[in-house]
C-alpha cells in the first residue's frame, strides 16, 4: 500500500509520500536568493529560517498561478465590458422609453452565460465566483423596476436607481479583479531531503492522505508522464494521481545548496 499526500496543481492531482513532508504553509513574501535554478522562486520564512521555494507549477511545464489568475481577469474583463453595455441599454431604455431587449434573467446574459459554463479546479476561483452570484442577479432585478408602468414619468428616480446600481456592480467588480491576481492563496510543502536540507514546493492546494492501494488505483501500465519530476502515475476509472519522484526534488534542492555553499566559500576566500 502506497500512502501520498496529493495536492494539485492547475488541473492535475500529484502525489507525494507523506513521511518527506514536514508542514504545509501558505505562500507569504518571499526573499531573493540570487540562482541559476530554472525553477527557484525565492526564500520563505519558516519557524525563523529562510528556506528555498520551488515553483512546482514550473516543473511539470504548466504556467505559474500568476499567470493562470491574469489570463483569467482577462476575460473577466470582456465580461463586465459587455456587462456595463447591458446597464447602459437599461439606461437608454428609461430616458427614451424604448423597448428593453437585453436578457433580464441573469443566467442568460453574457455575463450569466459565462458563468454557467466555466469550468474550474482551483477552488479559491470558485469560492471567488460564487460571490459573483448576489449583486449579479440584484442589478438584473432592478430592471424590472425602472421599466414598471408604475415609474412611467418618473425618469429621474428610475435613472437614480440604475446609476446606484450601475456604480454598485462596477465597484464589486474592481475588487473582484483585484482579489482576482492579489489573492493567490498558494501553500508550501515544506520538505527535507536525504542529506537534511528543507526546502519547499508551491502548489494550489492540498487535498487529503490517500491510501491508493485500497482506493483502487494501481500502477498505470500505459502511457506514464515523461516529467523527470514524476516517477509514476497511479490511475483508476474515475482518478489519476501522479506521483512525484522525491529524489527527483532532492536532487535539485541539494544541487542548490551545493551551489550556494560553494559560493559562499569562495567569496570568504
Known amino acids: 500500500m502506497t500512502q501520498l499526500l496529493t495536492f494539485r496543481c492547475r488541473s492535475k492531482t500529484f502525489g507525494i509520500e507523506v513521511g518527506v513532508v514536514e508542514e504545509i504553509v501558505p505562500v507569504t ?32 511545464g504548466d504556467p505559474s498561478l500568476l499567470s493562470d489568475r491574469r489570463e483569467l481577469d482577462a ?28 436578457a433580464l434573467d441573469p443566467t442568460r446574459c453574457a455575463l450569466g452565460r459565462w458563468l454557467v459554463a466555466y ?25 424590472p423596476v425602472v421599466l414598471d408602468p408604475a415609474m412611467h414619468g418618473k425618469t429621474e428616480a428610475a435613472l437614480e436607481i440604475v ?41 494550489d492546494s492540498v487535498d ?13 501500465t500505459g502511457e506514464f508522464h515523461s516529467l523527470p519530476v514524476v516517477s509514476r502515475v497511479w490511475s483508476s476509472e474515475n482518478a489519476t494521481v501522479l506521483e512525484v519522484d522525491r529524489d527527483y526534488l532532492h536532487m535539485v534542492a541539494d544541487r542548490h545548496a551545493k551551489a550556494q555553499n560553494f559560493q559562499g566559500e569562495t567569496s570568504a576566500a
Open 208 to 220: 487529503n492522505i490517500r491510501e491508493l492501494e485500497s482506493e483502487g488505483l494501481s500502477v498505470a
Open 119 to 143: 469550468e474550474t479546479n482551483d477552488y479559491n476561483v470558485m469560492r471567488l465566483f460564487e460571490k459573483i452570484e448576489k449583486p449579479h442577479r440584484e442589478l438584473h432585478e432592478l430592471a
Open 29 to 60: 513574501r518571499l526573499s531573493d536568493i540570487p540562482s541559476s535554478e530554472a525553477h527557484l522562486r525565492g526564500g520563505i520564512t519558516v519557524r525563523g529560517q529562510i528556506i528555498s521555494l520551488y515553483n512546482f507549477r514550473g516543473m511539470v
Open 75 to 102: 476575460l473577466f474583463a470582456e465580461r463586465e465590458r459587455e456587462h456595463v453595455e447591458w446597464v447602459d441599454a437599461l439606461r437608454k431604455s428609461v430616458m427614451e422609453g424604448t423597448p428593453f431587449r437585453e
Open 163 to 203: 446609476e446606484r446600481g450601475r456604480s454598485s456592480i462596477l465597484e464589486f467588480f474592481a475588487d473582484f479583479r483585484k482579489t482576482l491576481v492579489t489573492d493567490l492563496r498558494e501553500l508550501a510543502l515544506v520538505l527535507r531531503s536525504a542529506s537534511g536540507q528543507s526546502y519547499a514546493i508551491s502548489v
